[in-house]
């Protein structure tokens, strides 16, 4: 009898997150009235905001990573003697690590916890950087990039999950799009600061986001329905508890939690033969979709190389210029944020991609001109502006839908007891075309300016017809009742 239950309670710790949801909010939830600092955690709102925001350090760490190698790429091919092809195996190595990171992050969020593969992903990132300030030759620059894209493979599964699994349906949209938004002010951030420091100095800043998180991950509760698929009940309800407010009733939603965890399976394995049924393929079809047409658009590679296609341009501030492009990018996906649980997530992709698809047709028509015009012609200098001016608008397009929203979306859509799997398989897709984008795009820019971005608008336009086909709406619904949608 002994033997069976140490086996039990070993099975037991064995379901523990890998960080314990902790008990300084569950001291505050039995003596609150003795507790002033209880009194900040009692609106939902600023509860589950706060969980946000700290968790949205991950994305300003993937952000800064797609940044850095804009500002930096003179620099470092100067100082390290590199090529352009070597520089552009540098600017897409990250893509590559992503992709390692994004087939074990759905497993890894499965069995160590939202919050443990965010611990996970915190270290390599963070040795990564340091590899990259310390460089002296290739070698030393590409495991940097290999180890920092491992952690933004896991951070980019893991942050959107954790938010939409926390957040209140009627939050959901506009917190979720903190996760697009975080990774534009980490872009910005490595455009601004890369206009005043050294690649070396710059790369030690990188550091600090992870710094920053992993002491914030104890101090936040684990995702409930996490701990409710595990089978972690107490834990599971004084974690929604915390998150919704200590005097708001909860047994509405941990009934619709509970409901939608039987039905699933929560403790049955899913194999990919399991993908075949439609209440899994389709919504994963949908995720894999918008996350691979999001990167086929071309936002990545414009932005790795932005200063590149501004000095094309004929634009003398190149690095400036990025820096701008970085801002507008900032605040028109602060605005997606404030629309997305308005208009709702189809709205916003449509006019994303038809915005994405004008624009880059302008920039093209402009650079396949300016090969028939004179270089010391008032013309070229008016086609130069014409071309920044429509990927500025491109960057706009894209923060206000395509940029936000997919993510969001696969956090959306996919069932619970599949969301490891899935998640990874859709984040897997992303991380391989955006490799593939990012390792081409110096290459295609060297070929033809006019020819790329012709390509990346076919792109856009098969995305129009592709939102309004098969993405469903997602505003104003709980998880379960959007992924029941697909049954």
């Not at 499965?110 to 002296?136: D, H, Q, V």
């Not at 834990?235 to 039987?262: C, P, W, Y």
């Not at 393929?281 to 501004?310: A, C, D, E, K, R």
């Not at 599949?418 to 295609?444: C, H, P, Q, R």
Request: with cysteine.
């Amino acid at each position: 009898m002994s033997n069976r239950d140490d086996t039990e309670e070993g099975r037991n710790d064995l379901r523990r997150p890998f960080l314990h949801t902790g008990s300084w909010y569950r001291m505050g939830s039995r003596q609150s009235s003795m507790m002033e600092s209880s009194l900040i955690i009692r609106d939902s709102s600023i509860s589950v905001l706060a969980c946000v925001l700290i968790v949205a350090l991950g994305p300003i760490q993937f952000g800064f990573t797609c940044g850095y190698s804009s500002p930096t790429q003179a620099a470092i091919t100067k100082d390290l003697g590199l090529t352009v092809s070597e520089y552009s195996v540098f600017g897409s190595l990250s893509n590559v690590g992503a992709m390692v990171g994004a087939i074990a992050s759905g497993q890894i969020a499965e069995y160590m916890g939202r919050k443990g593969s965010l611990m996970i992903a915190a270290i390599p990132n963070s040795i990564g950087w340091l590899t990259i300030s310390f460089a002296k030759d290739t070698s030393f620059l590409y495991m940097g990039r290999l180890l920092e894209g491992f952690g933004v493979g896991i951070i980019s599964y893991t942050v959107p999950v954790y938010i939409a699994e926390i957040a209140p349906q009627n939050m959901r949209g506009a917190l979720g799009s903190v996760n697009q938004l975080s990774v534009t002010v980490g872009i910005m951030l490595a455009y601004l600061l890369g206009l005043f420091v050294p690649w070396r100095i710059l790369a030690v800043l990188g550091v600090l986001p992870c710094t920053l998180l992993i002491p914030g991950l104890f101090f936040i509760p684990e995702s409930p329905r996490w701990l409710a698929k595990m089978g972690l009940t107490d834990d599971f309800e004084t974690s929604l508890q915390v998150l919704r407010g200590f005097d708001t009733d909860i047994s509405i939603e941990v009934n619709e939690i509970k409901r939608s965890v039987a039905s699933s399976g929560k403790r049955s394995a899913i194999r990919f033969v399991d993908l075949k049924r439609r209440r899994y393929y389709f919504p994963l079809m949908v995720g894999i979709g918008l996350l691979v047409l999001q990167q086929l658009g071309g936002i990545n590679g414009v932005l790795f190389y932005s200063s590149t296609i501004f000095a094309s341009a004929g634009v003398s501030s190149s690095n400036v210029a990025t820096f701008g492009v970085g801002a507008v990018q900032v605040v028109a996906t602060a605005v997606a944020t404030w629309l997305v649980d308005k208009s709702g997530r189809r709205l916003l992709l449509m006019i994303s991609s038809i915005g994405m698809t004008i624009s880059l047709v302008i920039v093209a028509v402009a650079f396949y001109l300016k090969e028939y015009v004179s270089p010391d012609s008032d013309m070229y200098n008016i086609l130069s502006m014409v071309s920044v001016v429509g990927v500025v608008a491109m960057v706009i397009s894209c923060s206000l839908g395509m940029g936000p929203i997919p993510w969001l979306i696969m956090s959306e859509i996919l069932p619970v007891n599949i969301k490891g799997l899935a998640g990874s398989i859709a984040t897997l897709a992303n991380w391989f075309v955006s490799w593939l984008v990012t390792m081409t795009a110096n290459m295609l820019l060297a070929w033809s300016s006019g020819g790329t971005f012709t390509l990346y608008a076919l792109v856009c336009g098969f995305t129009v017809a592709f939102v309004s086909l098969w993405v469903p709406e997602t505003k104003g619904k709980t998880l379960e009742e959007i992924q029941a949608l697909f049954r």
